[in-house]
């Protein structure tokens, strides 16, 4: 799995190693590699496009050269840009509904009745007790197939030749009632195109069963390449999925189906299949997917470090704004900081918090909008160099100014000069204590209320 881009980045990697700086010839020859490597592996164009174009600017950023070698650059800004790409962590497979019903379509061979054995027995796994039903009347032997896998693993599952995928459903309902058993995973019928026959069946079970259906996940072949992102799309568009299983994947050199089917659907990828056997699924974790792709631990090492490194610098400006000597240039600093950390979370815990009887972990639910901080880094740029040096001089004519070309509001540039008055207030204010004491382990109060409503308004 990924064979194909592991190989295609070992030798994009290889071409720069050793370079101490690249020409902007060489980011673009580098990016239309990465561009060729990506659409060889079956990515889909728009991931291909955000992609590249995501990893182009992070190679162009000026703070990254100074820190980074290219080629570090590039499997740093290639790691961080596929994971968000996928969406960040793991997306959690959640069971909520007591009766629940997870259903399972996709086109024929997909891997439907396979795949619902194998969820069967991974939630199993977890402790609950899942209930299998065979719902695929199109086919007699799918349901003799689902039934042969259930027996061989020790699953319930309910069948009868005799029935159809309405009525096979509510009897599933009531043994999983009677007997304790959820979530019903039920394996529906495949067919070889996407048509009305098969839309209008699993319509029709969610119409009826609406209360209980808590999960419409697609399976998709990964074999079947590009192609596969488009099933995804008409059939989201079609019955609203919850979600997605891309299976497969061992047989599968290229794999871009499972790289693409989240950011063209914004739908999570659960699990991927890996295999024949009844344990061979797997939560899908973007970054060991990553990290197998690039397949370079010890680069990636190297650089955690480096980003250490840059973090421990971050913590010496800290203390020059503690020093009462916090200025717009700074602030601006500061934000390009929490960006492209993320959010807040870095930052906080780079401030020394705990020593003013602060505790870090109550600030955790504080994330930024990274397009506010665009926002307010636009207002910043649209100061002039004694205005940030020294924002006291603004008055309202320069504030209309600034609104003007930062195409934003009056309203919005006195947000930001509060917000900056209080932050240099408080980290004077942190200073001050820190100067007066001069010992680490006091506990001076500070009030938290009032950084919590600096923090809060990021929030917005
Ligand atoms: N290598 C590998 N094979 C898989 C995987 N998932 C399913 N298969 C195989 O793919 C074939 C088709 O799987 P099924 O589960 O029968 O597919 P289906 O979607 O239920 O097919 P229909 O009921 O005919 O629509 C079987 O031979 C499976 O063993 C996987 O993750 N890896
Ligand atoms: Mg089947």
Redesign the pocket.
């Known amino acids: 799995m990924f064979e194909k881009l592991v190989d295609s980045f070992s030798k994009i990697v290889k071409n720069l190693s050793g370079k101490g700086k690249i020409s902007k010839e060489e980011i673009d020859q580098t990016i239309r590699d990465i561009r060729l490597a990506l659409l060889e592996a079956d990515v889909h164009l728009d991931v291909v496009r955000e992609l590249t174009f995501l990893i182009k600017k992070e190679m162009e950023d000026k703070e990254n050269v100074e820190y980074f070698t290219p080629s570090q650059l590039i499997i740093r800004a290639t790691r961080d840009k596929i994971i968000d790409i996928l969406g960040g962590q793991a997306s959690n497979f959640e069971i909520l509904k007591n009766p629940s019903i997870v259903l399972l379509v ?11 054995a ?1 969820l069967a027995y991974y939630l199993k796994s977890l402790g609950y007790n899942p209930l299998l039903v065979a719902a ?1 009347f ?2 007699p032997a ?1 349901i003799d ?1 689902l039934v042969y896998l259930a027996n061989q693993n020790n699953l319930p599952v309910v069948y009868d030749h005799n029935s159809n995928s309405m009525d096979i459903i509510s009897k599933a309902l009531e043994v999983s009632k009677d007997q304790g058993l959820n979530p019903i995973i039920v ?1 529906t ?3 070889v195109h996407i048509n009305q026959e098969v839309i209008n069946e699993i319509k029709d079970i969610k119409e009826k069963f609406r209360d209980f259906v808590e999960h419409s996940i697609l ?1 998709v ?1 990964s074999m079947v390449g590009q192609e596969g992102v488009n099933i995804a799309k008409q059939f989201d568009e079609k019955i609203n999925l919850t979600g997605f299983i891309v ?5 599968d050199a290229r794999g871009g189906v499972a790289l693409s089917i989240r950011y063209v659907t914004k739908k999570p990828l659960y699990f ?5 056997k009844i344990s ?2 797997e939560i899908f974790y973007p970054d060991r997917v990553v990290s197998r792709i690039l397949g370079m631990g010890d680069i990636l090492t190297f650089i955690e470090k480096i980003e250490k490194q840059i973090e421990e610098d971050e913590l010496q400006k800290v203390e020059k704004y503690l020093q009462g000597d916090f200025t717009f240039n700074d602030y601006l600093s500061y934000l390009r900081l929490i960006k492209r950390m993320g959010d807040f979370k870095s930052i906080l815990s780079m401030l020394p918090l705990s020593m003013f009887g602060i505790n870090p972990a109550a600030l955790r639910e504080i994330n930024v909008d990274p397009k506010q901080i665009d926002k307010i880094e636009a207002i910043i740029n649209s100061m002039t160099k004694e205005e940030r040096r020294n924002p006291d001089i603004i008055n309202s004519s320069r504030k209309a100014r600034i609104a003007r070309g930062s195409g934003t509001s009056i309203k919005d540039v006195n947000l930001i000069l509060k917000h900056f008055r209080e932050m240099r207030k408080v980290l004077k204010k942190m200073g001050n204590i820190v100067k007066k004491e001069n010992i680490p382990e006091l506990n001076a109060p500070v009030n938290t209320s009032n950084i919590k409503d600096i923090m809060n308004l990021f929030k917005r």
């Not at 996709?106 to 619902?116: D, I, N, R, V, Y």
């Not at 299976?247 to 047989?251: E, M, P, Q, S, V």
């Open positions: 996709g086109l024929q061979g997909s891997g439907k009745t396979t795949t619902a194998k695929d199109n086919r799918a197939q394996d019928a495949g067919r399976v072949d299976t497969k994947l061992d047989g991927i299949g890996v295999g024949e061979d699924l």
